[in-house]
C-alpha cells in the first residue's frame, strides 16, 4: 500500500480542507461503481483507510511519528484474543508479544483495543511513544460556532473556556471540522452554511439564475463573491448549468496565501405566468428556433 499522503496527493503539511478536499475527489475517481478498473475496489478501500488516519489528529500524529511502514504492522489490524479469554498475540516495535488471559487478569479496568497505535502505547506503556518521546495527552476539546462568514474572513471571539473568558483568534479559511491546537486545549469548529454560496473545501459555489432571453442574446450581470459583487459577461447561447470559474474568489487556505475559486452555476429561469403579448413573444421565438 502507499504511503497515505502519496496515496490522496497530499503534503505532510496538508490542512483538514485539504484532506477532505482530496479525499472526495479520489474516493469518486476510484468508486467501483464509476471506475470498472480490476483495481478499483483495492484502491477504494485503501482511500478510505488514508482518509480514516489522515483526518483523526490523534492517529495522524502517530502516523506522521512512525511511518507507513511501521504504522501498517503495528496498528493496522487487530491482534486478536478479546473478549473471551484466551491469548492475545502480535509483532511489535519490540518484537513479539503475548498476552494470555483476559484484561482484568492485568488490573486493567478498561477495553483494551488493538486497533488503534495511539492507544496500545497509552494503556501497555503508560503514556510513553517506545519510538521516543511521549503520546499525546489528552487535552481539553471545546468547540466553538461560527458563521459562514467568521469562518471565511477569520475573527477574534470571547468564549470561556476552563471557566475563564479568553478571546479567541480564529484564522480565515477553517471549516467545520477544523481542530485549532492552542496552548494547553483544543478547538473544534462549526460552521453554520450560508444562504446561497455552498462550499466545498476552500471553493464556493453559487447558483445564478438567468432569464432566456440573457442566456439567448448574452449579457452582462453581477454577481455575489466573498469579497462583494463583481461583473461578469453572459456569452450568447448560454446553457442552463453552464459553469465560470472565477480564479482565486473563493475561501483562504488557513495560515496561507492561497485561495480556493468560486464557480459560478448559470440557472435558467423560466416564467411561470405569462401574459398574452409574452406567450405570443415566445411562440414567435419557438417558430423562429424550430
Not at 492485568?106 to 501497555?124: R, T
Not at 475573527?155 to 492552542?182: L, N, W, Y
Amino acid at each position: 500500500m502507499a504511503d497515505y499522503y502519496e496515496l490522496l496527493g497530499l503534503s505532510k503539511n496538508a490542512s483538514v480542507a485539504d484532506i477532505k478536499a482530496a479525499y472526495r475527489k479520489k474516493a469518486l475517481e476510484w468508486h467501483p461503481d464509476r471506475n470498472k478498473s480490476p483495481d478499483a475496489e483495492k484502491t477504494f478501500k485503501e482511500i478510505n483507510r488514508a482518509y480514516e488516519v489522515l483526518s483523526d489528529p490523534k492517529k495522524r500524529q502517530i502516523y506522521d511519528q512512525v511511518g507507513h511502514a511501521a504504522y501498517e504492522k503495528f496498528g493496522g489490524r487487530a491482534a486478536g484474543g478479546y473478549p473471551g479469554g484466551g491469548a492475545a498475540a502480535g509483532q511489535g516495535p519490540f518484537g513479539g508479544y503475548t498476552y494470555t488471559g483476559r484484561p482484568e487478569d492485568f488490573g486493567f479496568d478498561f477495553d483494551v483495543n488493538f486497533n488503534d497505535p495511539f492507544e496500545i502505547f497509552e494503556q501497555f506503556f503508560g503514556g510513553q511513544s517506545p519510538f521516543g518521546g511521549r503520546a499525546r495527552t489528552r487535552r481539553p476539546l471545546y468547540q466553538m460556532k461560527l458563521t459562514f462568514d467568521e469562518a471565511v474572513k477569520g475573527v477574534e471571539k470571547e468564549t470561556v473556556i476552563g471557566g475563564k473568558t479568553r478571546k479567541i483568534k480564529i484564522p480565515a479559511g477553517v471549516d467545520s471540522g477544523t481542530t485549532i491546537r492552542f496552548e494547553d486545549f483544543d478547538l473544534t469548529v462549526e460552521v453554520a452554511p450560508h444562504k446561497y454560496f455552498k462550499r466545498e473545501g476552500q471553493n464556493v459555489i453559487y447558483e445564478q439564475e438567468i432569464s432566456i432571453p440573457d442566456a439567448v442574446l448574452g449579457t452582462t450581470i453581477e454577481v455575489p463573491t466573498i469579497d462583494g459583487s463583481v461583473k461578469l459577461k453572459v456569452r450568447p447561447g448560454t446553457a442552463s448549468g453552464s459553469v465560470v470559474r472565477l480564479k482565486d474568489r473563493g475561501i483562504p487556505y488557513p495560515r496561507s496565501n492561497r485561495r480556493g475559486d468560486q464557480y459560478i452555476v448559470f440557472k435558467i429561469k423560466i416564467p411561470e405566468n405569462l401574459s398574452g403579448k409574452g406567450k405570443k413573444l415566445m411562440e414567435e421565438l419557438r417558430k423562429e428556433l424550430s
